[in-house]
């Protein structure tokens, strides 16, 4: 095991000497920036060249395909992990589950949610993508997409109901998405889970439509519209962080 180990530490080192150098470095330059003899260094090049992490272009050494995926995989990762940490902010400040969500690529994509045993998120026993009509998180995106758009939406899932409390038809929800006010939260009562009042804001994020949202028990609807005045009025704080959601 430590053999292996060390065997990685070396391959790691000379990526990072590769990387430093953009137009590419030969082989006895990177050994002696990664303090490796030669013959290791050789070996060890063959095989980030076969795998992909390294390319031999003009008899030097470029970081291969592999390792800007890589770059990439850590970057999103770091992006993800900003977005639940002000999820979660958002979370502790209105007392009660944060979800945010994106339009992309036609369908509802909830990005991250944030919730505590005391204040649990509530459960997707339905595709979320497939009943945006049905919940809040999915009126307010389609209300922020052209008409074209929704209707291709529409075409691919269909309004039905989900409840008894889910809007009747597609006519139905069309005016209700069209008495929407800029800006104003989507208000949702049991349409897509009985015993849970939802609501959410649409969120600038460039030209994706994107949302945040909250959710309560029935039982606490009179607090609905307070909780996510809260949320309005804490959002601006953060939204440069949660804007990275959109190229995850």
């Known amino acids: 095991m430590p053999t292996l180990i060390g065997s990685v530490q070396r391959a790691l080192r000379l990526l990072e000497a590769a990387g430093s150098h953009s137009g590419g470095a030969p082989a006895k330059q990177l050994a002696r920036e990664a303090g490796l003899p030669l013959p290791t260094a050789y070996h060890l090049l063959r095989t980030l060249t076969h795998e992909g992490y390294l390319r031999k272009v003009s008899g030097v050494f470029v970081l291969g395909d592999a390792a800007?995926?890589?770059a990439v995989g850590g970057l999103q990762q770091k992006r993800r992990s900003m977005i639940l940490d002000s999820l979660a902010h958002f979370r502790d400040a209105v007392g009660a589950p944060v979800y945010f969500a994106v339009y992309r690529e036609g369908e509802i994509e909830v990005v991250g949610?944030?919730?505590t045993p005391a204040h649990p998120a509530c459960e997707e026993w339905a595709d979320f993508r497939a009943t945006g009509h049905a919940h809040a998180i999915g009126q307010c995106l389609l209300g922020q997409l052209d008409e074209k758009t929704r209707r291709d939406h529409y075409a691919r899932h269909p309004v039905q109901s989900v409840t008894p409390h889910t809007v009747r038809d597609l006519r139905a929800l069309e005016e209700r998405i069209g008495s929407l006010e800029r800006m104003q939260p989507v208000i949702e009562r049991q349409e897509y889970t009985l015993g849970t009042v939802c609501a959410a804001i649409p969120i600038t994020a460039g030209d994706t439509a994107a949302t945040m949202a909250i959710s309560l028990p029935s039982h606490q609807e009179a607090r609905l519209l307070s909780v996510v005045d809260?949320?309005?009025?804490?959002v601006g704080a953060l939204l440069s962080s949660l804007s990275f959601s959109i190229s995850i």
Do not use: A, I, K
């Open 68 to 70: 800007g995926r890589l």
């Open 113 to 115: 949610v944030s919730d």
């Open 230 to 234: 809260r949320l309005r009025s804490e």
